[in-house]
T-cell receptor, first 113, second 117 residues
Framework: AQKVTQAQTEISVVEKEDVTLDCVYETRDTTYYLFWYKQPPSGELVFLIRRNSFDEQNEISGRYSWNFQKSTSSFNFTITASQVVDSAVYFCALRSGTYKYIFGTGTRLKVLA | GAVVSQHPSWVICKSGTSVKIECRSLDFQATTMFWYRQFPKQSLMLMATSNEGSKATYEQGVEKDKFLINHASLTLSTLTVTSAHPEDSSFYIC?????????????FGEGSRLTVL
């Protein structure tokens, strides 16, 4: 079975704090993709990152960084020096085989000024 | 990046009426589009896969007669909620692959919020 777990339902931080959003996935496939999407209050889903199962290199993009650990089946997302504009729901997703995405339940991040 | 647009962004209708939601890929051709449904504060649930020129593939538990999907061109897929009822109120989001890239990610529309009175 394929599954994505985002155990943190909601996180509140004060601006400039660092915050890590957890994502744990399950799949029996050896080839798969992992994604993070941001859903601001307006509703649209914004693509943040894609990582394939053969690339365990961590990635940094500005204040965003991702830590992919196959050994623990985790793909965690860290925002450094958070800002109010980072407030949104963040979804982790898994795709393997077909183009069907399995989404986690999302983590609502609130960044307080 | 690839752009997917949905219309309308939000719609309110009376119970028993039908509502059509359009999903367009603006700068690329999409042979396959996906329709998702999202209840408040919940995750996205795949409803169906829309294939250009052929019948849509529905997920288990999704009524195909209730949610009609048509993918008549390479840039347009439509979702029609027939005989809508209040329980159909939800946020509907479409997405598409950009075959020029085929790097795996889906590009999502802005979503359409349906409220059935």
């Amino acid at each position: 079975a394929q599954k994505v777990t985002q155990a943190q339902t909601e996180i509140s931080v004060v601006e400039k704090e660092d915050v890590t959003l957890d994502c744990v996935y399950e799949t029996r496939d050896t080839t798969y993709y992992l994604f993070w999407y941001k859903q601001p209050p307006s509703g649209e889903l914004v693509f943040l990152i894609r990582r394939n199962s053969f690339d365990e290199q961590n990635e940094i993009s500005g204040r965003y960084s991702w830590n992919f650990q196959k050994s623990t089946s985790s793909f965690n997302f860290t925002i450094t020096a958070s800002q109010v504009v980072d407030s949104a729901v963040y979804f982790c997703a898994l795709r393997s085989g077909t183009y069907k995405y399995i989404f986690g339940t999302g983590t609502r991040l609130k960044v307080l000024a | 990046g690839a752009v997917v647009s949905q219309h309308p962004s939000w719609v309110i209708c009376k119970s028993g009426t039908s509502v059509k939601i359009e999903c367009r890929s603006l700068d690329f051709q999409a042979t396959t589009m996906f329709w998702y449904r999202q209840f408040p504060k919940q995750s996205l649930m795949l409803m169906a896969t829309s294939n250009e020129g052929s019948k849509a593939t529905y997920e288990q538990g999704v009524e195909k007669d209730k949610f009609l999907i048509n993918h008549a061109s390479l840039t347009l897929s439509t979702l029609t909620v027939t005989s809508a009822h209040p329980e159909d109120s939800s946020f509907y989001i479409c997405s598409a692959r950009d075959l020029r890239r085929d790097t795996g990610e889906l590009f999502f529309g802005e979503g359409s919020r349906l409220t059935v009175l």
